[in-house]
T-cell receptor, first 111, second 111 residues
Framework: SQTIHQWPATLVQPVGSPLSLECTVEGTSNPNLYWYRQAAGRGLQLLFYSVGIGQISSEVPQNLSASRPQDRQFILSSKKLLLSDSSFYLC??????????FGQGTRLTVV | QKEVEQDPGPLSVPEGAIVSLNCTYS??????FMWYRQYSRKGPELLMYTYSSGNKEDGRFTAQVDKSSKYISLFIRDSQPSDSATYLC???????????FGSGTKLNVKP
């Protein structure tokens, strides 16, 4: 069966520090991969999605970037975090013909 | 206009009540409809997945899609305190590269 791993679960980072969140999927090949952000009490905001290695589509221009170095690995990065980057970040995958499945999320607090 | 509209609630009901959660959408290209349940500080988990119009039942949950009205519903029968969570609707078009989420409805089932 397919599983998705996202880590870390919580992260506290100082303003101006870099960020790297990692997501991996097991049990499937060539998945569509997604990064979402969810502010407290709010819906999901799509940040990036990828339909293949090296193929990244950006939905929201900001100081975040994403990379897909391997088929089942998706990384969310920032060179310099802002206070406004504090949020709940979710990774998800789909086969491209089915529903999306989510990881457990990373709660990022920028201080 | 947002692609998907969902009443944020909160919706508070007594245990055993029938709950109705709804979303409207504007894009007639949507063909796939999903409901997710999200507990606090967790990733969303898939509850129901339907294609095109019609009803789908799974235990206490029934998903209903009316494409002519661009309206989808999730009914929860015999609601339990463990159903207390935020419910998100989501939709996709044929190529499934992107999912469009509602903002979520917070449900509280009182014992």
């Amino acid at each position: 069966s397919q599983t998705i791993h996202q880590w870390p679960a919580t992260l506290v980072q100082p303003v101006g520090s870099p960020l790297s969140l990692e997501c991996t999927v097991e049990g499937t090949s060539n998945p569509n991969l997604y990064w979402y952000r969810q502010a407290a009490g709010r819906g999901l905001q799509l940040l990036f999605y990828s339909v293949g290695i090296g193929q990244i589509s950006s939905e929201v221009p900001q100081n975040l970037s994403a990379s897909r170095p391997q088929d089942r690995q998706f990384i969310l990065s920032s060179k310099k975090l802002l206070l406004s980057d504090s949020s709940f970040y979710l990774c998800a995958w789909s086969t491209g013909r089915t529903e999306a499945f989510f990881g457990q999320g990373t709660r990022l607090t920028v201080v | 206009q947002k692609e998907v509209e969902q009443d944020p609630g909160p919706l508070s009901v007594p245990e055993g009540a029938i709950v109705s959660l709804n979303c409207t959408y504007s894009n007639s290209a949507f063909q796939y409809f999903m409901w997710y349940r999200q507990y606090s500080r967790k990733g969303p988990e898939l509850l129901m997945y339907t294609y095109s119009s019609g009803n789908k039942e799974d235990g206490r949950f029934t998903a209903q899609v009316d494409k002519s009205s661009k309206y989808i519903s999730l009914f929860i029968r015999d609601s339990q305190p463990s159903d207390s969570a935020t419910y998100l609707c989501a939709m996709a078009s044929y190529n499934f590269n992107k999912f469009y989420f509602g903002s979520g409805t917070k449900l509280n089932v009182k014992p």
